[in-house]
């Protein structure tokens, strides 16, 4: 008989997200009248449309493929030329930061390329990753086989968990044991922290003293409005040769149904083989995505072009602003609610502590049938989630204003 991938039954329970809609669904059908009340604070997914520059080039675009001279067939696997550029261009070399065109690879999104970047790196390695954490972090390198089996807490053996709290600001400090390989998310998803120049430039300091490659998921960068807080790893000096970054158009453009994100991996940066021997991991992504990606749609990936454009630039801050009105309106509910609030400023998440030690999803059955919000249980995202819940702010301004009247109710 064929033999399955062993890995898969280490997994704990189901992926978070698909559980929270498998409650939300059995509320709903039990109790049809509350259900035309719910609103979902949940998962991270935008509402608003697409910035009406990106709805115009992917017209444009659908154009093009209507006429033999400007029919785009496959492109190539890493992405096309014009948005690579674009985006080294805006997002980098515009703000002080050396990364080349070809250092840019464009896929479906950050959440695939956050697992599929495991491809490359070997299964010896010592991990770092944060908790609470996006769980597509674990997950992944459970699949992998990079990992044992998870204790009765769900902490797995062979991941070095990096304990995040109020007592640190959510941002975990640089250990005394040498690691591999650190996953690092900022502004953080879920607690909606972010990281100092300072604390970033001690992980790149560490990375560089033990050779550890820093995994560095900035999808949220956008939404950074402290001036004093950096926006990519390439900021600080020295992270060329220690650090991966994923970024994602799916929060900042709305792309979460349209599908779009890039990987930056320097050519400077090394790894070793199992003999010891130093090689770049860039021809070795670059092979993986030429090998197992046929790249994004023409069409799309002149939707994000778009993004770069002055209109688009300013379209896309329209974005945000909504999204962080939103935001400061939950936030200030659940202040006023008297609970222990983090996150919401710099980032669309709000993090917070659960009342009457609650636990987390004894919270989340408390805001679903008594306020019919449906909100994430913090401890989906770690033992050290435990007690807290995450509500997003991805919405429209009346469900925003609407959950903060149910929240000052309840």
Not at 62 to 67: G, K, T
Not at 98 to 124: P, T
Not at 235 to 255: D, L, T
Not at 395 to 406: D, G, K, L, M, P
Request: proline fraction near 5%.
């Amino acid at each position: 008989m064929v033999q399955l991938n062993d890995n898969y039954l280490k997994l704990k329970a189901g992926y978070l997200f698909p559980e929270i809609a498998r409650r939300v669904k059995v509320f709903c059908d039990a109790h049809p009248e509350a259900a035309k009340r719910v609103i979902r604070c949940g998962i991270g997914d935008v509402t608003e449309p697409l910035p009406s520059a990106v709805v115009s080039a992917m017209h444009k675009a659908v154009d093009d493929m209507a006429s033999r001279e400007s029919f785009r067939g496959y492109g190539p696997e890493q992405g096309h030329e014009f948005l690579r550029h674009a985006i080294a261009q805006n997002d980098y070399r515009d703000h002080g930061m050396e990364v080349a065109d070809d250092e840019i690879f464009i896929s479906d999104g950050s959440k695939c390329d956050c697992g599929n970047i495991l491809d490359i790196l070997g299964h010896k390695n010592v991990l770092g990753i944060t908790d609470p954490v996006y769980p597509v972090y674990v997950d992944t390198n459970v699949m992998a086989g990079h990992t044992g089996e998870a204790n009765e807490a769900g902490a797995y053996e062979g991941i070095h968990y990096l304990a995040c709290d109020a007592s640190n600001g959510f941002v975990p400090e640089v250990p005394k044991e040498k690691l591999d390989v650190v996953y690092l998310c900022f502004p953080n998803n879920p607690t909606g922290a972010t990281a100092t120049r300072a604390q970033l430039a001690a992980w790149v300091a560490y990375a560089r003293a033990h050779g550890t490659l820093i995994l560095f998921d900035a999808a949220y960068e956008a939404y950074i409005s402290d001036p004093e807080v950096p926006h990519s790893i390439y900021e600080i000096p020295g992270a060329r040769e220690c650090a991966i970054e994923f970024r994602s158009f799916s929060k900042n453009g709305g792309f979460t149904g349209t599908r779009c994100a890039f990987t930056v991996v320097p050519k400077t940066l090394l790894a070793a083989t199992a003999t010891g021997e130093c090689k770049p991991l860039h021809p070795l992504w670059n092979r993986r995505m030429s090998t197992k990606f046929n790249g994004v749609s023409y069409i799309v990936q002149r939707g994000a072009e778009a993004l770069y454009t002055p209109e688009g630039k300013q379209q896309v801050r329209g974005l945000i602003e909504h999204y962080m009105g939103n935001a400061a309106i939950l936030r200030a509910a659940v202040q006023q609610a008297g609970l222990p609030v983090f996150g919401g400023v710099n980032a669309p998440y709000i993090w917070v502590g659960t009342p009457d030690g609650l636990t987390s999803w004894e919270m989340f059955d408390r805001m679903l049938t008594q306020a019919n919000v449906v909100i994430t249980p913090g401890s989906g995202f770690g033992s050290k989630g435990e007690g807290y819940f995450r509500i997003s702010a991805f919405n429209s301004r009346a469900n925003a204003e609407e959950v903060a009247r149910r929240i000052a109710a309840l």
